[in-house]
């Protein structure tokens, strides 16, 4: 009864805490989407910078409109990783969380797809508010794909833990 008991312990804090991980990636996410334009330009430029100054040496003797396009691309390039990235943790943040109730294993990555999916949309809606954002149907689908590409990796940590632990059982 004891051992019960301690195993209900620990699914009840392994629940806590996946939830409260869950709950403080958003609010970070919903940081980053309350920056008015031009802080989350600042805040993307500074790695943008270091990255064109690792690619492109010579990038001051270019000449200036190259230095701008040049730097537009790269900001779009890590502001989608970003996206992706962010998406990515919160997907594997929610199928840990989702891991601690029985659920069939179908539900065990639509779940978390589908509600990082809900939360991209509404992070989207919620940019169209803030200055000098936008809502874009593009970036929900750059979270998406994030939230499937973690959802996908935690899945296979899990799987391959899983069989792990099968083959030193049978030793």
């Known amino acids: 009864m004891i051992s019960k008991r301690c195993a209900m312990k620990k699914i009840s804090i392994d629940r806590v805490l996946s939830g409260l991980a869950v709950i403080g990636w958003m609010a ?22 270091q990255i064109v100054e690792l690619v492109y040496p010579s990038f001051e003797t270019i000449p200036e409109q190259e230095q701008i396009a040049i730097v537009d691309v790269w900001q779009t390039v ?28 179908g539900g065990r990555f639509i779940i978390p797809v589908a509600a990082s999916a809900l939360y991209a949309v509404s992070d989207e809606i919620h940019q169209y508010f803030v200055p000098e954002r936008s809502c874009q149907f593009f970036d ?32």
């Open 140 to 171: 929900m689908c750059i979270d998406t794909a994030g939230a499937v590409f973690g959802t996908a990796v935690f899945a296979l940590g899990v799987f391959l833990i899983a069989r792990r632990r099968e083959k030193n059982r049978k030793k």
């Open 78 to 105: 890590v502001r989608k990783c970003a996206h992706f990235c962010a998406y990515a943790l919160l997907g594997a943040l929610v199928a840990n969380a989702i891991r601690t109730y029985d659920i069939r294993k």
């Open 28 to 49: 970070v996410i919903f940081f980053f989407s309350a920056q008015p334009g031009e802080a989350s330009s600042e805040t993307s430029g500074g790695i943008v910078s």
